[in-house]
């Protein structure tokens, strides 16, 4: 198990510095000169000379070649720095801090009402097939599956907020300014879900050793909960650990468009301003992220099935 984890480690290692570096050349090679875009963001078009934009280029170190840039960049990494956004001057690390709690609120609660509307569908659905819940959770996952998030939400923001004035379509605060993201993360991820669990429950149903335990005589309360669910929840948690990965990237088009004041919609005013030094720690924080949970989820998944092999051989307790 220590070799597989640590192929793991190595992996997730060149995946990142894959990732940062691929994203420091496109940020660089992209239209615009950024010290030109930060005298703009910070004196207004009529104040700005190219006298403050060489300064502004020497002080952020825009004026060294790209090599000496990324490298200095990665240095500062090494020491735990950041750097500072580009547009505020504010510590990236503490930037990020300060706007990730609103979207892990999000994602968390989205992966809860998830949870907790598609595990017991899916398995009533599994367990009754050919019922009308199985053939509504079929329609359902259909259609939440193929409407856009973007387009959800749009839909929702006209139908609630513009024309009945029911719910807040922006911003962060009472209880009602979560229902909209919610919505929008939730529906996208329910339907699917609820899929997930029908066919694996339905599959588990007709396993041989079911079918044993049943000769056995063994209460149907115990097959359920010992030999059907026990091993449901394999699959389910482990997709359900990549539905909360997804909910993180996905918060980037919700945040946006609900004005949520998260990652997602840094990462997005980071982009459009031209914060190298912003987008650059906030994909560095999102990808340590995600590969940290992915590591996670294979230990927990080792964990909970001793069946898995690991580097060619099987785990055993």
């Excluded at 720690?281 to 069946?307: E, K, S």
Aim: proline share 4%; glycine share 6%; hydrophobic share 50%.
């Amino acid at each position: 198990m220590a070799g597989f984890f640590l192929k793991r480690l190595i992996n997730a290692v060149l995946v990142l510095v894959g990732v940062v570096t691929l994203t420091f050349c496109l940020m660089r090679f992209t239209d615009g000169d950024p010290a030109t875009i930060i005298a703009l963001d910070k004196y207004g078009s009529s104040l700005i000379s190219n006298t403050v934009i060489d300064r502004l280029a020497a002080e952020n170190g825009l004026c060294d070649p790209l090599p000496i840039q990324y490298l200095n960049w990665v240095r500062r990494v090494l020491a735990g720095d950041l750097g500072r956004s580009l547009r505020s001057d504010a510590p990236v690390w503490d930037e990020i801090m300060q706007r990730f709690p609103y979207t892990l609120q999000l994602a968390v609660l989205s992966i809860l009402l998830t949870s907790a509307i598609a595990i017991p569908l899916g398995i009533y659905a599994g367990v009754h097939q050919d019922s009308l819940v199985d053939r509504l959770t079929q329609w359902i996952a259909s259609i939440t599956v193929s409407v856009p998030d973007y387009y959800l939400a749009i839909v929702l923001i006209y139908g609630l907020t513009v024309k009945w004035t029911l719910l807040p379509s922006y911003g962060y605060g009472s209880v009602a300014h979560f229902v909209l993201p919610l919505a929008v993360l939730v529906s996208a991820r329910v339907g699917y879900t609820t899929r997930l669990v029908t066919s694996t429950t339905a599959d588990l149903m007709s396993a041989d050793y079911v079918a044993y335990a049943e000769l056995r005589g063994l209460p149907s309360y115990r097959i359920f909960f010992v030999h059907i669910l026990k091993n449901a929840l394999i699959p389910i948690v482990t997709h359900l650990s990549l539905q909360f990965l997804m909910a993180l990237e996905g918060s980037v088009i919700v945040e946006s468009i609900f004005a949520w004041p998260g990652i997602g919609k840094c990462l997005t005013d980071a982009v459009l301003g031209r914060d190298f030094t912003m987008i650059q720690g906030l994909v560095l924080f999102m990808g340590v992220l995600i590969v940290g949970m992915n590591v996670i989820v294979d230990f927990f998944y080792i964990l909970m099935d001793q069946r898995v092999q690991v580097a060619g051989t099987q785990v055993r307790s």
